[in-house]
Structure formats: C-alpha cells, structure tokens
C-alpha cells in the first residue's frame, strides 16, 4: 500500500459507545494530523504529532483522545460523543525538515454519524 | 489572527470557459501556499505549493499563482472532471516544531458539459 490509508471508511456510533478511527501512513514521514471536516467550514485541526510526540492540541474536547504509537500509525479513540461530533475525519501526515515546510497528504477520511 | 479566504464559493463553468480562483491570505510568517483539490466524500488531493511572491507552477489545466496577499488558482479550458472542491491551505511560521495548516472553506467548482 501507498499512501495515507484510514479505517473505518464509513462508522455510525451511539452516543454511549467507543471506538477508534485508525490512520496508517506509507510515505516515511514524521509528523502526523487528525483534521475534522464540517459541511461549511474549513478543515479544522484536531491534534499534531511529530516524532510520534504531541506537539499540537487545538482545544479539542476530552472525548476524542489521540494515540500515536510509532511514526507510521496514528489512532483517534472517540467515547461519549455528541451529535455535532459527525463530520469527515481526515488524517494527513507530512515531512517536517525544520526548515521550509513541505505538503501534507491526506487520507480519504472516515466519515463519522453519530445517532 | 491569521486566516485565509477563498472565493468565489462557488463557480459554475461551461466546458472551455476559462476563469481563476482567488485564495486571499493573512498570516505572520508565510511558510507556504497550497493547493489541493478534493472530491466529495474524499480526502484532498495535493496540487501545488508555492513558497514566495512570484512563484507559478502548472500542471496540465491548472496554473498556480503567488503575491504577498493572495494567490490564484487559474482553470484553462476546464473539462467536466475538473469539477470538485478546491481548497486552499497556508502554513506560517508559529515558531518551534509545530507544524499548522490554516485552510480556507473552499471553492467548489462545476464545469458542465
């Protein structure tokens, strides 16, 4: 595989339940994003990593709570979320070099419902 | 607070009409523009980064330019699958090691046969 690859494609998930979105990336990069896509309004940034680290928490809610193992996997663990959380979860990552920075590249998303 | 502003919201074109994109931009410490094109239900696909004013880059029917406040996205003779949402994304300079994409909402474009 190639790429940035996100599973679930498609997840619908009471209120009450948990689960997790998961990211996996082929391109040897070392930073890694979580972004929330709402109709209408622009990708919002969720989380950032670099070097598997957290360098970035965007005010995100307590009920999503990232994970990130190593440099090529990136979770999203969701519990006790609201219906304002549906929405497109897209997960990108690109190479850091400190200097000029280079392009993300995203993966398809998750598309989340919450009912 | 930087922001970028993409407009119009959207654009309808007649196959061949030609027409630009415009992505308006305010950030402290410009570190790169970017283009990318996204269709829907789809994660988006990277097009262009330009780095500085002046800078173009091109590729097939799309022409990507830069000033020090906006850049345009130029659609030369368009075709029907060049329909799709074009998102225009900065990033500036926060310092550290954070890394910060700051996106517009998007122009989506329709091109009709």
């Known amino acids: 595989e190639t790429g940035v690859t996100q599973t679930p494609r498609h997840l619908v998930m009471g209120m009450t339940n948990k689960k997790s979105l998961k990211c996996e990336q082929h391109?040897?990069?070392?930073?890694m994003y979580w972004y929330k896509q709402s109709a209408k309004k622009p990708l919002e940034l969720m989380f950032v990593y670099n070097f598997k680290e957290q360098t970035e928490n965007n005010s995100v809610p307590s009920r999503f709570s990232p994970e990130c193992p190593n440099s090529s996997h990136l979770f999203l663990h969701l519990h006790t979320l609201q219906p304002e959380d549906s929405a497109l979860y897209l997960c990108?990552?690109?190479?850091?070099?400190?200097?000029?920075?280079?392009?993300?590249?995203f993966g398809q998303g998750t598309r989340l419902t919450v009912v | 607070e930087d922001q970028v502003t993409q407009s119009p919201e959207a654009l309808r074109l007649q196959e061949g009409e030609s027409s630009s994109l415009n992505c308006s931009y305010t950030v402290s410490g410009l570190r790169g523009l970017f283009w990318y094109r996204q269709d829907p239900g789809k994660g988006p696909e990277f097009l262009f980064t330009?780095?500085?004013a002046g800078e173009e880059k091109e590729k097939e029917r799309l022409k990507a330019t830069l000033t020090k406040k906006e850049s345009f996205l130029h659609i030369t003779a368009p075709k029907p699958e060049d329909s799709a949402t074009y998102l225009c994304?900065?990033?500036?300079?926060?310092?550290?090691?954070?890394?910060?994409?700051?996106f517009g909402t998007g122009t989506l474009l329709a091109v009709q046969p």
């Open positions: 330009l780095y500085s």
């Open positions: 391109l040897g990069h070392n930073a």
């Open positions: 990108a990552s690109s190479q850091d070099p400190g200097g000029w920075d280079t392009e993300a590249f």
């Open positions: 994304a900065v990033r500036a300079n926060y310092g550290g090691a954070t890394n910060k994409l700051i």
